[in-house]
């Protein structure tokens, strides 16, 4: 039988266990494993891939103190972190005053037109979904997450989270499909 700390689980146990401790090197492993989801679902609510970063950063200094606040039998640590990661990008947005100005563009050479015209028509689609099914798609589809994981992140059940999943899914391919964007499928 394996060792705990060799399974992904025991090991993340074990780093969680570490950094509650004050342990930097499991502060460490912690970031590493979980900044990429906790910046692509902050990104996804401020939409300013600046200000995403620092609240990314944010999250992660905080995490040593706060981290003394998880209790493993509760939630999933992933939900826990992505849960703290929302509370702080809703933070941001509430504390950042509204000013309005010309959204500016240099340049997009060296990018493929085909990638980013797919991009801004998702992207368009995703802003056209209503808030909470717009969260379960980008936390499902994203940050990967598992139907009961998003329930936790969000505070609502499973089924609920099923059915906003449902729709969103629906919603996103009709406005794809009215964008002239939708995926071109072979036929038989």
């Known amino acids: ?21 004050g342990d930097m090197n499991a502060l460490q492993f912690l970031y590493v494993r979980y900044a990429d989801d906790v910046y692509g679902y902050v990104n996804s609510i401020v939409r300013d891939t600046h200000d995403a970063e620092d609240i990314t950063q944010d999250v992660f200094a905080k995490l040593l103190t706060a981290i003394k606040k998880y209790e493993e039998r509760t939630v999933p640590f992933a939900g826990w972190i992505l849960r703290v990661a929302r509370n702080a990008a809703l933070d941001h947005l509430r ?36 808030e909470d099914q717009r969260e379960v798609m980008i936390l499902r589809h994203i940050a990967g997450l598992a139907p009961g994981e998003i329930a936790v992140v969000l505070a609502k059940t499973e089924s609920s989270v099923h059915g906003l999943h449902h729709r969103g899914r629906g919603a996103v391919k009709d406005a794809l499909r009215e964008l002239g964007a939708a995926p071109v499928t072979a036929v038989a």
């Open 1 to 21: 039988m394996k060792d705990a700390d060799t399974r992904p689980d025991g090991r993340l146990r074990h780093a969680i266990a570490r950094a509650k401790a």
């Open 95 to 130: 504390s950042r005053r509204q000013i309005p100005c010309a959204e500016v563009r240099l340049s997009d050479a060296g990018h493929d037109q085909v990638a980013s015209d797919r991009l801004s028509s998702l992207r368009t689609a995703l802003d056209r979904l209503p």
